[in-house]
């Protein structure tokens, strides 16, 4: 009886040792790397390097890493490995130089439980991703981008930001939830046609749950999730709130679309949603084109997210850096001041005569790191990147941190310094490691539209108030990482000037 137990744990104890064994094994064949793959540090079998990772910092790390692999390495984060490439030099040649070669983004677990398979903006690939990018520019042109029209929204959406501001009468506050709606609002005329007063609860709850979406979407719990999806699908965590959340925010778009096919009239589309529907009606469409119903819904989800968060995030950094540095705050006001003056409208065109403005922006963008990791791409075929091979398939992260703080392209990468756009003679000077918007083809889509806020926006602001700390309140320089770079909560006081 007892010899029988015994040889029954001495089976189950070998079975248990040759499934191990079976494991590394097949894992060792299926994880060796092709002659002059990207090295990188020693990872864990079945696990990789997915706990290396400080969480806290993750574009930091990558990018120290970067320095002692010589620009370009790998890690394996659970099932996939993934190359990362820092510095000016070899993220400009795979952005822009190789950009065919690297113009897919990656199969994704998370994204793929959010919307199913190719889908939306962001995520779509081949035909799919250029009709829909080109659909949308020219859509987002039809309805004002980088026109007269659109400078009159932005200048009229300011004045209602101006009047929020002012009813805090010189009280501290924060801005975020107001940036964002502001923001969000410009966006939200040319995709839904209507803009969300800012006492608007049901709208104030969407953009918090975008913005709690976008910080998980960066976070460790989704980095676990990409890389173990089976397992973390059945566990509980904050990676869970990230997928109801966007079951909220996919029901509040669905609720506008089907409101606009209700009241839809084909000769006089009223915005992106309106000329989406005529389009699907056009039939016949390659389903290839995404040109349906069920894509809808992913691509107006992406221009919405995208074009609030970061905009709005880039606007916050702007006013904590004027008030941590109250000596460009007065520059940038002296500026205004002597070009737009207090009774005409500020416009687009005072830019080219406002270098220390433009100047003071750029360095806003460039300090503040918006989105410092980027979106992952792929190779799309076998491809030599510097020394090192890359084999079709490959999961690649340009690092943007790593060239907006490039020892060798910016003189003091590590201090504010609006002085990294002027020439001796105070004009603006165009960098070419100025890549927070990233590069190549699948450059951002909204970068005119966001340069377009962010002038108008700051300028109106910085114009009427004089902004400062509030009491006793230190900012804090430190960001919060998730897909962007958040800071963190903080009060100020807005003065009228
Ligand atoms: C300061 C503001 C912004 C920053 C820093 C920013 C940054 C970025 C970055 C780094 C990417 C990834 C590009 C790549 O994979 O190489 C991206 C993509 C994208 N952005 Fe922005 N963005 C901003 C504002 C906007 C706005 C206002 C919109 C709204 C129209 C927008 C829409 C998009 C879309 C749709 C993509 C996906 C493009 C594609 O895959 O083809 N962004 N953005």
């Known amino acids: 009886m007892v010899l029988t137990s015994v040889l029954e744990i001495l089976d189950f104890r070998g079975l248990l040792l040759f499934i191990v064994a079976f494991l590394l094994v097949a894992d060792y064949v299926k994880n060796r790397n092709p002659p002059n793959y990207p090295r ?166 969407m953009l918090k749950y975008i913005s709690k979406s976008i910080q998980l979407e960066g976070s460790i719990w989704a980095q676990l999730y990409e890389a173990f999806p089976t397992i973390m699908k059945h566990l509980p965590g904050p990676h869970n709130d990230m997928f109801s959340n966007y079951k909220l925010l996919q029901a509040f778009v669905k609720e506008v679309v089907v409101k606009h096919k209700a009241e839809l009239d084909p000769s006089e589309p009223r915005d992106y949603i309106d000329s989406f529907l005529i389009e699907i009606m056009k039939k016949p469409h390659e389903t290839t084109d995404g040109f349906d119903e069920e894509n809808i819904i992913p691509c107006v989800l992406d221009l919405f997210l995208a074009g609030t968060e970061t905009t709005s995030t880039a606007l916050c950094w702007g006013l904590i850096y004027l008030i941590t ?69 490959t999961a690649i992260l340009p690092i943007l941190h790593s060239v907006l703080f490039d020892e060798n392209e910016w003189e003091t990468p590590y201090e504010f310094n609006p002085g990294h756009f002027l020439d001796k003679e105070g004009k603006f000077v165009r960098r070419d490691a100025f890549m927070p918007f990233s590069a190549g083809k699948r450059v951002c889509l909204g970068e005119q539209l966001a340069r377009m806020e962010l002038f108008l926006f700051f300028v109106t602001l910085f114009r009427k108030f004089r902004f400062s700390a509030a009491e006793g309140e ?20 807005a003065t009228a000037r």
């Open 40 to 205: 990188g540090p020693f990872s864990l079998p079945l696990l990789g390097n997915v706990f290396n990772v400080d969480s806290k910092e993750p574009h930091i790390y990558l990018t120290k890493l970067g320095h002692a692999y010589n620009d370009i390495f790998s890690l394996r984060l659970g099932r996939d490995k993934v190359v990362f490439i820092t510095g000016y030099k070899l993220v400009k040649e795979a952005l822009v130089t190789q950009a065919e070669n690297f113009l897919d983004r990656p199969y994704s677990p998370l994204q793929c439980r959010v919307y199913s398979g190719n889908a939306g903006l962001f995520f779509s690939n081949g035909e799919m991703w250029k009709k829909q990018r080109r659909f949308a520019l020219s859509t987002l042109r039809n309805f004002g981008l980088g026109k007269k029209t659109m400078e009159l929204t932005i200048c009229e959406e300011s004045r209602f930001l101006l009047d929020e501001i002012d009813k805090q009468k010189g009280g501290a506050f924060d801005p975020t939830i107001l940036f964002n709606n502001a923001v969000s609002n410009i966006i939200c005329q040319m995709v839904f046609g209507q803009r969300f007063d800012y006492a608007d609860h049901q709208f104030r709850t």
């Open 474 to 493: 230190k900012l804090n320089l430190d960001g919060v990482i998730g897909v962007t770079r958040t800071p963190h909560p903080f009060k100020i006081h």
């Open 325 to 393: 540095y109250p000596e460009v705050q007065e520059k940038v006001q002296e500026e205004i001041d002597r070009v737009i003056g207090r009774s005409k409208e500020p416009s687009i065109a005072d830019k080219a005569n406002m270098p220390y403005t433009e100047a003071v922006i750029h360095e806003i963008l460039r300090f503040g790191d918006i989105v410092p990791m980027n979106g992952l791409r792929m190779a799309d075929k076998d491809t030599t990147l510097g020394e090192s091979f890359i084999p079709k398939g």
